[in-house]
């Protein structure tokens, strides 16, 4: 009998490995029907923004199907900036003396030897089509008959509307997403609806509102901008506000930009819920009792704090794994959840914080292979690849066709592709303009901290971290590499008043920029 089931083992793993092998081979066929004919040797060149010296990881993530159904096409990864060079530099890293690589990849694309393809971030894309730089394909997808309309609505739409004309200039074959988990036990509980795909904000907010109560160890909130137990509401607070597009900075990141109606709306409101306890601030740990930590204590959702949390779609293994080990752990609840779409706002509907999308690419102006890019293009963005990708993925495939709930479940999935994506900052524009930008984000975060704790009223902080951020950028204009000098010790994040230390130049600085 030993011998009958090693067999028939053996019999079963032949098969799927010839299965395998077959499924690769008319995949091959088929790509090489749709490519040129011939089999000529070529070269595709793709760049990239970044490498780091090995581009294992990129071939395996985008390039290696197309490479085996396409052997006479060599790929080529060309980075505008190799960090790697400074993986081994005894200098210490510096910012303001790295590169741009966005000015890199331009200067690239432009160069004797192009990339045909070039692979950006969401918020570069408008950049290279006002420079003319990118090739426009929707030609191309008219005359091949490409079915865009598989194409989930969170990247066709959200890259058609960050190009200037509204045509498509790129495609991304993944993207990452969040949305809103929801404990139904709790909502049933409480006898609260649930919620629903396309709430605003302050529906979110006022449901929040129902489900909060008691106290101590027995708290419970109704909402929280993550699942993990943390509660600093400064960061936080930046799902909400990246679709209204606030910045703490103005266009050119030389002045600050948060004494405004807007900002002053957005911290009332965020400080009123965590005063209500209707979201989580950071645990007291002081104030807890001594006991031994659960397993899901550090987590506000999976330990049953919280009644909707914001996540992103990796977080359904954690739920996933959760529950079954609660199958087998007398001690664990399982948890019974469902997702609906992020919250949005009334000025911008439609638009969802915390999406991202992967592998965005388009074809250079100046391709010296602008057929083989097309193919390349076609067959990340196609049925073949999204179907083999979608089994192994821990982002979502762009091809709605193949946006499947994991292990059989029935959980609403539509919630993770119906936004469209929110315009995101360069942040690190600005680290390579000021490396030391953190501190002036940590004066906010002080300034947010004495208005919880009743210290400031809400302009009244905002005013001051306009100023004390206006003279910290004015300090960082004459010194890149400014760590604090006369505001107090390297690394302080806020100007220490003037009993205190702080330098009389410090101050009149500060009164400098406020006149």
């Not at 395998?20 to 995949?27: D, E, I």
């Not at 694309?109 to 426009?136: I, K, R, T, W």
Request: hydrophobic residues 35%.
């Amino acid at each position: 009998m030993k011998l009958l089931s090693r067999k028939s083992k053996l019999t079963r793993t032949v098969a799927v490995s010839m299965a395998s092998v077959l499924s690769l081979t008319a995949l091959a066929a088929c790509s090489q029907g749709e490519a040129q004919t011939d089999n000529t040797e070529r070269v595709l060149r793709i760049g990239t923004l970044q490498g780091y010296g090995d581009d294992e990881w990129f071939r395996s993530q985008f390039t290696e199907l197309f490479e085996f159904a396409n052997p006479n096409i060599k790929i080529e990864i060309v980075p505008a900036v190799d960090s790697s060079m400074y993986r081994y530099s005894s200098e210490p890293y510096d910012p303001s003396k790295q590169p741009d690589p966005m000015e890199e990849l331009k200067k690239m694309m432009q160069g004797d030897n192009p990339p045909d393809l070039v692979m950006m971030e969401f918020n570069n894309l408008s950049e290279l089509v006002n420079e003319n730089l990118l090739m426009p394909l929707d030609p191309l997808i008219t005359a091949d008959k490409f079915d865009t309309g598989k194409i989930v609505p969170t990247v066709l739409d959200g890259i058609k509307e960050s190009s200037p004309d509204g045509k498509l200039y790129a495609l991304a074959p993944l993207f990452s997403s969040s949305a809103l988990f929801y404990n139904k036990k709790m909502f049933q509980d409480a006898g609260v609806a649930f919620p629903t795909d396309g709430m605003t904000w302050d529906q979110v907010f006022d449901l929040g509102r129902q489900l909060s109560g008691g106290e101590g160890e027995n708290q419970k909130y109704g909402f929280s901008f993550t699942t993990y137990q943390g509660g600093d509401s400064f960061y936080e607070m930046q799902m909400y506000t990246q679709p209204l597009q606030l910045s703490y900075y103005d266009q050119t990141g030389d002045k600050m930009a948060v004494d405004s109606d807007s900002w002053e709306s957005v911290w009332k409101k965020i400080v009123d819920l965590r005063k209500q306890k209707i979201i989580p601030g950071p645990p007291n740990w002081e104030a807890q009792p001594m006991k031994e930590p659960g397993p899901f204590d550090w987590d506000n959702f999976l330990s049953g704090r919280t009644a909707m949390a914001i996540s992103s779609y990796y977080y359904i293994n954690e739920l996933i794994n959760a529950n079954k080990t609660a199958e087998t752990n007398d001690k664990l609840d399982p948890i019974d959840w469902d997702v609906v779409t992020l919250p949005t706002h009334p000025e911008a509907p439609g638009i969802g914080g915390q999406i991202y999308l992967q592998g965005m690419m388009g074809i250079n102006a100046k391709a010296q292979n602008d057929e083989d890019a097309w193919e390349f293009l076609k067959f990340v963005n196609g049925d073949d690849w999204a179907r083999l990708k979608s089994r192994s993925q821990g982002t979502l495939v762009s091809n709605k066709e193949y946006l499947q709930p994991k292990e059989g479940m029935s959980y609403n999935i539509g919630a993770f592709y119906q936004l469209k994506p929110a315009p995101i900052q360069d942040e690190m524009a600005m680290y390579r303009k000021y490396p030391n930008i953190y501190m002036v984000q940590s004066i906010g975060q002080q300034k947010f901290q004495e208005v919880l704790d009743g210290k400031k009223e809400v302009r009244q902080a905002l005013k001051e971290w306009q100023t004390e951020g206006d003279a910290m950028l004015q300090q960082m204009r004459e010194d890149p590499n400014f760590q604090g000098g006369n505001w107090g010790e390297p690394g302080m994040p806020a100007p220490m008043p003037i009993d205190e230390g702080v330098s009389v130049e410090a101050e009149e600085v500060v009164e400098e920029v406020a006149e």
